[in-house]
């Protein structure tokens, strides 16, 4: 069965770094591009980045631009979220999703997996 477990959330401080990580199982990973999302406190799911199933397209919510990275190695069946220069309203539980096509969207319905998420909170 599909599995999407995150790890790498914490507690991090404003400016600071922290990298995501999404080990995927039981799908052939290379096939079907990889987003992550965020619901902050009180607040809705926000579909924050994605990556095309082969690496070369990468595309990111306004919000985050500039300071996250996503990429995935296809060898290890992973994806990632490299965030940097990190702001208080990042905090939130990250979601990691597969999708059900091999082009990113930003539509949350168009991914059919998702992990049990990782958090993220950034307080000095």
């Known amino acids: 069965q599909v599995q999407l477990v995150e790890s790498g959330g914490g507690l991090a401080q404003p400016g600071g770094s922290l990298r995501l990580s999404c080990a995927a199982s039981?799908?052939?990973?290379?096939?079907?591009?990889m987003s992550w999302a965020r619901q902050a406190p009180g607040k809705g799911l926000e579909w924050v980045s994605g990556i095309n199933a082969d690496g070369s397209d990468t595309v990111y919510t306004n919000s985050v631009k500039g300071r996250f990275t996503i990429s995935r190695d296809n060898a290890k069946n992973t994806v990632y979220l490299q965030m940097n220069s990190l702001k208080p309203e990042d905090t939130a539980l990250y979601y990691c999703?597969?999708?059900?096509?091999?082009?990113?969207?930003?539509?949350?319905?168009?991914?059919?997996?998702w992990g049990q998420g990782t958090q993220v909170t950034i307080s000095s």
């Open positions: 999703a597969k999708s059900g096509i091999r082009i990113v969207t930003m539509r949350l319905n168009d991914y059919d997996y």
């Open positions: 039981g799908f052939t990973f290379s096939n079907y591009a």
